[in-house]
């Protein structure tokens, strides 16, 4: 047994101090930024609660029947939201149906087929750095190749297609994580019973992942329905007293696409027409217009985790 001597005791135990010292010390930093990040999430959530409920309180006397049938008019109290809302999922029909499939495609691509070199990494690096660009920029773009460029009119199906490539990114990016988030013992597995790469990816891979690529196409078409600054650019009515052709029809062949190249308006559109008159009645209006975008975006992220919960369900049995 080795003995100590009252040197290197004191040595020790003033080595033992000081490490408790840090150690609390560490702690007390620990506990700070732990309050420090609780006040600011509650100071957060109290603002965020305070101006939506402003907006339910100003808004939700205003909906009703004839609110969500009327088109816009020029007396606030006979004025509607059918045109916009009519106008936003028909927009948002567009978006999705182009941002999808495209977006989970190149996800894919990206991931699982694309050869790792200095051009697949220039494309991730742009990909990556396009989902933070400025929606202006999307609709600058829009207006000059779309609308100027290609002729294609300010129209319902450029409106989609703009919003498409600005969710574009988002849904390329949460496609790429949960393809990546699978383990790889799935694909070994796969690949032992004699699959190759498609059937792996088309039976095992994109199955799997399914839960976290509709929830990232989801997150994206919620962020879409809501922007106003690529719609402006490209020329959307602020106001509009008729519908476009309905997508569906009684005469064969049954879908219509004359829809695609008609004028239109979407509610975030409409808000800001209404916001922008200085009578309080139509403020109103545009409180109660915000209940309803905020309802259906609500309704978007709803069904994500619906649909990202029975999927992963199903997965597991």
């Known amino acids: 047994m080795t003995v100590l001597s009252p040197i290197e005791s004191a040595s020790a135990s003033e080595a033992t101090r000081s490490a408790m010292r840090a150690i609390a010390s560490a702690k007390r930093t620990d506990l700070f930024v732990a309050g420090l990040g609780l006040f600011v999430m509650l100071v957060s959530m109290g603002l965020l609660l305070v101006l939506v409920g402003d907006l339910m309180i100003r808004g939700l006397s205003r909906i009703d029947y004839d609110f969500l049938t009327s088109f816009p008019s020029r007396r606030a109290a006979n004025a509607g939201i059918l045109s ?13 149906f182009l941002a999808i499939p495209i977006g989970v495609m190149a996800g894919v691509y990206l991931e699982e087929y694309a050869p790792k070199n200095l051009l697949s990494n220039i494309i991730e690096i742009n990909v990556a750095n396009l989902a933070g660009v400025p929606s202006i920029i999307y609709g600058l773009l829009a207006l000059g ?25 988002v849904v390329i990016v949460a496609t790429r994580e949960a393809v990546r988030s699978i383990p790889r013992i799935v694909k070994e597995g796969a690949y032992g019973l004699g699959a190759d790469k498609w059937q792996v990816m088309w039976h095992y891979i994109i199955p799997a992942a399914r839960p976290g690529i509709l929830t990232g196409a989801i997150v994206g078409l919620s962020r879409a329905i809501g922007e106003t ?11 509009i007293a008729f519908l476009p052709p309905a997508p569906v029809s009684s005469e064969f062949p049954f879908i219509n696409f004359d829809w695609l190249n008609e004028g239109f308006t979407v509610l975030p559109i409409q808000m800001f027409n209404w916001i922008s008159r200085p009578q309080a009645a139509f403020h109103e209006n545009a409180a109660a217009t915000g209940v309803v975008l905020m309802a259906l975006t609500l309704s978007l992220s709803g069904t994500a985790i619906w649909i990202r919960y029975r999927l992963r369900r199903n997965v597991r049995n």
């Not at 916009?84 to 999705?96: E, F, H, N, S, Y």
């Open 84 to 96: 916009a809302w009519v106008g936003t999922l028909l927009v948002m029909l567009v978006t999705a």
């Open 145 to 169: 190749f779309f609308v100027y460029g290609l002729d294609l009119g300010k129209t319902i199906l450029v409106a989609g297609m703009t919003l498409a490539l600005l969710i574009l990114p």
């Open 229 to 239: 600054a690529p719609i402006i650019t490209i020329g959307a009515l602020t106001f």
